[in-house]
Every structure is written in C-alpha cells, then in structure tokens.
C-alpha cells in the first residue's frame, strides 16, 4: 500500500451535512459553513475545528461542559438534549454513545474505501507499548494514524476511527476488553485488515474462569477481520494453534507467528541488553536483520518481532522500519528510565506504574535484573479474582532474589505478600499514594534506584508522578521540572 509523506499527512475533513448523515441527527440550528477535522469527548482537548461529543458518563455530563468546549473553539457538539443557546452549532441525535459509534464506523468504511489498511492489536499484556512501537514505525515510512494512550475499549475505539482519514494512510487502533463479546464489538466497529494478539494471560482472571475464557475473548478480534486477512500470533504461546484455527475460521488469508522458536515466521535470533537499549538480531519472513533498539528487556524485542511483521504485511520496508526501534525507548509507566534530584538526593526512577498482572511482573523483574533497585514500590494487582492471593505470594522469591533494600507496597494484598519476603528487606505497608510518597522521602539515599509498579487503580502511578513532578537535574537549583529518559 502506498501511504502519505509524514509531511503531507492527510487528516479528517467532514462538513455539516455529512457529519449530520454519518450520526444520523439534526441540527438545531444552521450551522453554515463548517468543517470538522478533530473528535473530541473532553472539552479541555477541544480546538478550533472539533466536533465536542457530549457523552452523558456515571460522574459528568458532556452537555454541562458545552460552553467551556466552545470557549476552547469546537465547532460544533453532539447532543442528546436542548441545552438552550450555545455559541457553537449543535448536531441532536437520540443517543450520543451511538452516535459516535457510527461516526467511527463511518470513519473507518471511508477510510477502507480511500485504500486506507488498519492493524487492530489485542492480547493480554503488551498491547499499548506494541502499538506505539508500530505507529513510531509507519510515521517514519510514509504516516500513521493511532488511537492516543490506550483509547482502546466502546469509547476509545470509535473515537479514534471517527477521526481517520479519507486517505490511504496506515491506521493501528488497541482493542482492550474487561467481558466476552466486547472485543467482537469492536472489531467488526474497526474492521482490521490485520489482527495482532501478543500473548495470553491471566491479567483478566477477575471477569473470566479461566485462560481458555481468555483466549476465546481475545480471539473476538477475528470477528471483523476482512476477508483474507493477516492474524500475527506469539507462536511461544500455548494458544497458538488454537488462536490459527480461530483465525482461519473467521476467513485469514494469512497466519504469521512471531517469537523466538522454531516455527517462528518472524523470530528473535538474539536480544542483548545493556543499560542504553537492546542490540537483536532477527529474521523477519526470510529477511535477516540486525538492529539496535532503544528498549531494554526480553518482552520488548520479543513484541517488536510481531510489529515488523506488521509492516511485512502492510508490504513496507522492514529493514527501513527495524532502523527506526533505535529511537523508540520505553513509554512513561512502561518501564521508562529517568534520572533526577528527589527530596535531595539523586536517583534512577525505573517507571513500571502503569499497570501490573502476574505476566507483566516476570518481564519487569527479568528486565532489571542486571541493575537491581534499591528501592521498591508496589501497589496491589487488581483483576485478578481467585487467584489473586496466589499471584501476589508468587511475586516473592522473584522480589527477594533481587535483594533490594526496602520495599514500600499500597494495599492488603501486597502487604501480605512482603510480609513473607527476608527480615533484611525493610518493609513500609501503607494505605494510600501520598504515604508512599511520605515513606520514600525518608528512606531515599543518593545514588538509589527505585523500581515502581502496580495496577493503574491501585496507586503506584501517583507515586512515579510525583517523583517526576519534583525532579531537578543536579544544575538546576531551583528544583525545576525537568527530567531526562
């Protein structure tokens, strides 16, 4: 497929009798001339040009914040009610949610026409830091459109696709899930031309009985696959035959496994770490590749085989794209590095807060190995149901062979945990974020290194942002804050 020059990206460009077609709603008064080029459900991200979705949510209503969105420039909303005069145009329909799901699907089905091919991922750990790997990748080889954060579930899915182009330019879009059925939703919502599934765990044990639950949720992103389609499966794990078979049924023209074994189509020959990144070595569908990537651990090389797979099967350049994982380093929360002054002392912040499950942990623990912390931070892991006393006690022996020198943990379940871990570990329980933090200032020596990780809802991401609010680097005595990765 031929895609834009990054200089000549195209964007998104609806006028007003389109946008009331694809929502399938009216406007309550003439809105003139109007073009809408960005989607928007938070008013304080609106501009110039957006389209405010007014979403009635469980703590806010969008329609409350109408006047602030057109403060901020929206050029139109999407309502549900008559709020009375408001300075920008309003588009009614019976039912905002729904209709922002068919401006995504609308968004997509012009985007496919245009030429446009959309890469969906999902899998049980991996799923963001894989598709901002990719998106840095096709930004470099011609363009790429990508959901923001992880814009993945009913909400994130359509507001992102709602925004594509009417151009042949790459999309990639994460697809996450918390039920069954909810994947199957939104896949056939995004209609993928290729489905990526990074791997099968147990960090959903909360909402399903088992991993063969897992894996047929997961497998949902099939659903929409277009017809010849390309599913990339880890070929390391235990459901691959399975997800294939799952994959050919549902109409994949093509399978490509990525991993280390042998019957890897994309494989890692070799990944070695050192402190600035990762030299690997790999055969990505017969072509040899040796590149230097700026992540640092087993599951980023092994994650990135899946991605140059992706391009393969976009048919561009994987010798060109594999050059451009020099400057990819690892995401705020997702095992970024940074090195500041904290409360007076100078110190290495390993941010692993963003989330945290049984797979995630290994991986983490095996990448910091060869710079053990000194400090540790964790918050508990949620999700997890029965399982979850089994998954915190496992975390121990892996904890205790990197000896650090103190451990602060948020919550009951990794309280419980450390409790078993040596006597020479110095263990601070508390309840909350801001005790952590309290704890870590009294226990911070210079030269430490603090590894923090935990469930997004459980508190650890509070305590790396406020190390990374306060940090200064050692020339900037007025404690600015700055920080470097």
């Not at 091919?117 to 998106?135: D, R």
């Not at 909810?182 to 959903?204: F, G, K, M």
């Not at 990537?293 to 391009?311: F, K």
């Not at 603090?450 to 680097?473: D, P, Q, R, T, Y």
Request: hydrophobic share 50%.
């Amino acid at each position: 497929m031929n895609a834009a020059t990054p200089n000549m990206m195209p964007g998104m460009m609806i006028n007003a009798d389109e946008l009331a077609h694809r929502a399938a709603g009216r406007w309550l008064t003439p809105p003139g001339e109007l073009a809408v080029t960005a989607v928007e459900i938070d008013s304080r991200l609106c501009a110039p040009g957006t389209l405010f979705v007014a979403l009635a949510g469980e703590h806010a209503d969008g329609h409350d914040y109408l006047a602030a969105a057109a403060k901020k420039g929206a050029a139109a909303a999407l309502v549900s009610r008559d709020p009375g005069p408001m300075p920008c145009p309003l588009l009614m329909v019976d039912d905002v949610e729904a209709a922002l799901a068919r401006l995504g699907a609308f968004g997509r089905a012009a985007h496919r026409m245009a030429g446009g091919h959309l890469v969906a991922i999902t899998g049980s750990v991996g799923k963001t830091g894989s598709k901002e790997m990719l998106a840095h990748m096709l930004r470099r080889l011609g363009g790429c459109h990508a959901n923001r954060a992880s814009f993945n579930n009913h909400l994130g899915v359509p507001l992102t696709l709602a925004a594509l182009p009417d151009a042949p330019v790459a999309a990639v879009q994460e697809i996450g899930m918390n039920a069954p059925g909810e994947i199957s939703v939104l896949s056939n919502l995004a209609q993928p031309d290729i489905t990526v599934i990074t791997r099968i765990a147990d960090s959903h044990s909360e909402f399903f009985d088992s991993l063969d639950d897992i894996a047929a949720a997961k497998a949902e992103i099939f659903d929409g696959l277009t017809a010849g389609g390309t599913a990339i499966l880890n070929a390391d794990d235990p459901y691959f035959t399975f997800l294939g078979d799952r994959a050919r049924d549902a109409g994949a023209g093509r399978i490509i496994g990525f991993g280390s074994g042998g019957e890897s189509d994309a494989r890692l020959l070799d990944a070695e770490a050192d402190n600035a990144g990762t030299q690997i070595r790999a055969d990505i569908l017969g072509t040899q590749l040796s590149v230097r990537m700026g992540t640092r651990g087993q599951h980023w090389a092994h994650n990135a085989m899946a991605m140059l797979a992706s391009v393969a099967a976009l048919d561009l350049d994987i010798t060109e794209a594999a050059e451009t994982l020099n400057d990819f380093s690892e995401l705020p929360g997702r095992g970024a590095i940074s090195s500041g002054i904290f409360n007076g002392a100078g110190m290495t912040l390993f941010d692993d807060s963003y989330n945290a499950g049984p797979a995630s942990m290994k991986a983490a623990f095996a990448t910091i190995a060869e710079m053990p912390p000194q400090l540790m931070v964790f918050s508990d892991m949620l999700e997890l149901g029965d399982g979850s006393a089994a998954a915190h006690a496992a975390l121990a022996p892996m904890i205790a062979a990197l000896r650090p020198r103190a451990l602060i943990t948020i919550g009951p379940m990794m309280a419980e945990m450390a409790s078993t871990l040596p006597a020479s570990i110095a263990h601070h329980a508390v309840d909350a974020p801001d005790a952590a933090i309290d704890a870590l200032r009294a226990m911070i020596r210079d030269g430490d290194r603090v590894f923090i990780k935990g469930s997004n809802g459980s508190g650890a991401c509070h305590v790396a942002a406020a190390i990374l609010a306060e940090f200064s680097m050692p020339d900037d005595a007025n404690g600015g804050a700055s920080h470097a990765a």
